[in-house]
């Protein structure tokens, strides 16, 4: 068993859901509509890739294949990338950083990693025999 996918599922889901509770209580009144928007599509992905990591967790306990531990780790830091820098992207202008815009180009990459985690999770499947 690899306790660390369920660790890493936790936090994410943990965060995420302080995180729409902050959008929805805190940001709402100063942020603009296009910004909170961003925010709460970092919010949403991470959730779903929590919920995602907590599936990978019972698949590899269960299967013991090596692609649902990869793809584990590429949805773990693809959401870490992707909802991460628009939480920054969609903060910076209240926290005074204008320096967080770097964060503009890491969105992809971790939408990147995140698609790539999908394919190794059809390539685990596809490995599954039938009973």
């Known amino acids: 068993?690899?306790?660390?996918?369920?660790?890493?599922?936790?936090?994410?889901?943990?965060?995420?859901?302080?995180?729409?509770a902050f959008g929805a209580h805190a940001l709402k009144e100063v942020l603009s509509a296009e910004h909170l928007a961003s925010f709460n599509t970092g919010v949403r992905?991470?959730?779903?890739h929590s919920v995602v990591l907590l599936v990978l967790f019972l698949l590899k306990d269960r299967f013991d294949l090596k692609?649902?531990?990869?793809?584990?780790?590429?949805i773990f830091w693809g959401v870490v990338l992707f909802s991460g820098s628009i939480y920054l992207?969609?903060?910076?202008?209240?926290?005074?950083?204008?320096?967080?815009k770097f964060a503009g180009p890491i969105t992809p990459i971790g939408g990147t990693l995140i698609i790539t985690g999908w394919?190794?999770?059809?390539?685990?499947?596809m490995k599954i025999k039938k009973n």
């Open 119 to 125: 394919v190794f999770i059809i390539l685990g499947g």
């Open 45 to 48: 992905y991470q959730l779903i």
């Open 67 to 74: 692609q649902f531990k990869i793809a584990a780790s590429l």
């Open 1 to 20: 068993m690899n306790k660390s996918i369920l660790i890493k599922a936790a936090i994410l889901g943990v965060i995420a859901v302080v995180g729409g």
């Open 89 to 100: 992207l969609t903060l910076k202008n209240i926290i005074g950083a204008e320096w967080l």
